[in-house]
């Protein structure tokens, strides 16, 4: 994982230029304490009696000033426009909780972004999203796949110049522009428009984006429509200190996707080498943070997060697949992953079949009781 050094962060920032502001007025108050030490341990009392009063007041000025860029930064984050509290920021994370960094470095230079449709925690080091959240429903994704694609590929103004990706660092990389939530589950224009912007995209390889990682998306597409409804957080991983560049963008070595049920209280989770080998493993959420130092369902159990559920590597096998009956044996040790090829889907075909007959067993139950 790539390194940095510390950082202060003073609640969850929209804008970098917030945390260089505040920054400054802490050293200005540190200055002015520190003057204020070396003045009282002078004996010119009657300079210091002169001086220290009005230094003092517009210390207090200067941390009263913090104390409002600080609340001032929090409502943005959760207001509009107008002021109005902005659904945006926490519709897509599961009961509102946004992932933690569990490796502080990873923190550093990021602002959350919220759209209609996403919310993206973004990487002024890497120049790419660390975490693109969707809360998809049987409806949104309906309605996607009537919408045409229409595509915007844009620089994310919010974002100060010298974090920002753009696209001239993508021009001639021979990397796709690769959509972390991706378009295809827009379910309207304005949705579709922010999935665009550059903020949640990565470089991708081509094969690995137009093959295996696409029908990964649609078979979460498919189980979403059986399911109801899901939080997705999709992401790229930086393991190892090689890693490779496209003008100032950092290259994932490995893409994830995490998917959480609540219905059926399971996540499951794909991670796929950033190459073109087509390579899926299918691990637990507890593996993957792990590797990627984030927790991305905080607030679920350790039992849900330990858990490895098989998920289905395309949507021909994600039709009519029981989620709820999908998880191995507690008593599996999940520390070792279980590594799945393209090749081997007909596994979960045959599991599926296996299992088809409970499943449908539950639907009949739960129609008897209405």
Request: hydrophobic share 35%.
């Amino acid at each position: 994982m790539y390194g940095g050094g510390a950082v202060m962060h003073v609640g969850r920032m929209r804008g970098l230029a917030f945390g260089a502001l505040i920054n400054r007025v802490i050293e200005i108050v540190s200055e002015m304490d520190e003057r204020i030490r070396r003045l009282n341990q002078t004996r010119l009392r009657r300079r210091r009696s002169l001086l220290s009063p009005g230094i003092q007041r517009l210390r207090i000025l200067l941390l009263v000033l913090l104390s409002l860029v600080i609340y001032a930064d929090g409502l943005a984050l959760d207001t509009d426009d107008n002021g109005q509290p902005n659904p945006f920021c926490t519709e897509s994370y599961y009961q509102g909780n946004a992932p933690n960094f569990l490796n502080p470095a990873l923190a550093r230079d990021t602002q959350e972004l919220c759209y209609d449709g996403l919310t993206v925690m973004y990487s002024g080091v890497t120049r790419t999203p660390l975490w693109s959240a969707e809360h998809l429903t049987r409806d949104r994704v309906m309605r996607a796949e009537n919408l045409p694609r229409v595509d915007s590929f844009h620089e994310e103004p919010q974002i100060p110049e010298e974090f920002r990706s753009t696209l001239s660092d993508y021009r001639g990389s021979g990397f796709d522009r690769g959509h972390m939530s991706p378009n295809g589950d827009m379910g309207t224009a304005e949705q579709q428009y922010n999935s665009f912007t550059l903020a949640n995209i990565v470089p991708q390889n081509s094969y690995n984006n137009q093959n295996p990682w696409r029908e990964l998306e649609e078979a979460t597409r498919m189980l979403v429509k059986q399911e109801g409804e899901a939080y997705v957080i999709t992401g790229p991983a930086f393991i190892g200190s090689q890693l490779q560049k496209v003008g100032h963008v950092l290259v994932p070595t490995d893409i994830y996707k995490a998917v959480y049920f609540p219905r059926d209280h399971v996540v499951g989770v794909y991670f796929s080498p950033n190459d073109g080998s087509g390579q899926v493993e299918v691990i637990s959420l507890a593996v993957l943070s792990n590797r990627i130092g984030l927790d991305l369902f905080p607030n679920l159990p350790s039992l849900e997060k330990n858990m490895r559920v098989n998920m289905p590597l395309s949507a021909g096998n994600s039709h009519r697949y029981p989620v709820h009956q999908a998880r191995k044996s507690r008593q599996q040790n999940y520390a070792q992953p279980y590594q799945l090829q393209p090749a081997q889907v007909g596994l979960l075909v045959r599991m599926a079949e296996a299992l088809i007959a409970i499943h449908q067993r539950h639907v009949r139950e739960a129609q008897a009781q209405k």
